[in-house]
């Protein structure tokens, strides 16, 4: 059983230090990126990585901005790109269109061409379109699946009473995919197919920071709170800024 486990899996900062026969990076580089979900993780004055888990950061954003992107951004387009293959005109529905992952999906799905319609709280309706949504339809509508037609793909980050309405909604041979957490211990088949966890991608992330560089990409920070609050934010005791967006925890705060 590991014990003083270090939490947090994606980050942003500065290279102090480089390990013996490392290529492409540089001491002083500003990176940014995720370890995997076996390594200790990144919520301490410094952290350890493997050069295939980083890219730069992307010059336009600051290391706090930065921070919220590698495993929502990943997540997104390995759902989308890798595992749902979509195609520009399809139908892509995307539940939990305005959370940490989501908001990457509707950006995504956009680019891509896709027909978008996402599911959000009313609050923020605007926000979900202004990602590229062309339909956003309230996720506590009633028999919300019978407002929906037919889609090419679901991709679906809310899991649960949810995921269950959803395949409903695809149409015959459409793909889903899900990250939601509870999907993992399933004995359902379809959910074991379309469930699936994010992985480090060195060359992904370059692709997603000229993406953000080009303003095509975009994220969010919800709040920014120093190191020294780390447990109220992980432990939901943080109020919230937005309704979108990730906490930021800052070790120069």
Same mark, same amino acid.
């Given at each position: 059983m590991r014990v003083n486990v270090v939490p947090g899996h994606e980050f942003s900062g500065? *290279?102090?230090?480089?390990?013996?026969?490392?290529?492409?990076?540089?001491?002083?580089?500003? *990176?940014?990126? #995720?370890?995997?979900?076996? @390594?200790?993780?990144?919520?301490?004055?410094?952290? $350890?990585?493997?050069?295939?888990? *980083?890219?730069?950061?992307?010059?336009? $954003?600051?290391?706090?901005?930065?921070?919220?992107?590698?495993?929502? @951004?990943?997540t997104a387009w390995q759902g989308l790109l890798d595992r749902a293959r979509i195609q520009s005109g399809e139908r892509v529905l995307i539940q939990g269109a305005a959370g940490?992952?989501?908001?990457?999906?509707?950006?995504? &799905?956009?680019?891509?061409?896709?027909?978008?319609? @996402?599911?959000?709280?009313?609050?923020?309706?605007?926000?979900?379109? #202004?990602?590229?949504?062309?339909?956003?339809?309230?996720?506590?509508?009633?028999?919300?699946e019978e407002q929906i037609d037919k889609v090419d793909v679901i991709f679906d980050a809310v899991g649960g009473d949810t995921l269950d309405r959803s395949?409903? *909604? $695809?149409?015959?041979?459409?793909? #889903?995919?899900?990250? @939601?957490?509870?999907?993992?211990?399933?004995?359902?088949?379809?959910?074991?197919? &379309?469930?699936?966890?994010v992985e480090p991608?060195?060359?992904?992330?370059?692709?997603?920071?000229?993406?953000?560089d080009a303003g095509t990409l975009k994220t969010f920070v919800n709040a920014v709170v120093p190191l020294k609050e780390a447990p109220v934010a992980y432990s939901g005791g943080l109020r919230e800024k937005r309704g979108y967006g990730r906490v930021v925890i800052s070790v120069f705060a």
């Open positions: 500065v *290279i102090a230090a480089l390990g013996k026969d490392t290529h492409d990076f540089n001491l002083g580089d500003e *990176i940014f990126g #995720m370890n995997d979900w076996f @390594a200790d993780g990144a919520t301490a004055e410094f952290c $350890l990585t493997q050069p295939q888990n *980083i890219a730069l950061k992307p010059k336009s $954003l600051t290391h706090e901005l930065a921070a919220t992107v590698p495993i929502g @951004a990943l940490a992952v989501g908001l990457f999906a509707v950006q995504l &799905a956009h680019l891509h061409g896709a027909h978008v319609i @996402a599911t959000a709280s009313e609050r923020n309706f605007e926000f979900v379109k #202004m990602l590229g949504a062309d339909e956003v339809i309230d996720y506590k509508t009633p028999r919300l395949w409903s *909604i $695809l149409k015959p041979g459409g793909r #889903m995919v899900t990250i @939601a957490a509870d999907s993992e211990g399933t004995t359902d088949q379809r959910v074991k197919d &379309a469930f699936f966890i991608n060195k060359k992904q992330l370059n692709e997603v920071a000229r993406l953000i």
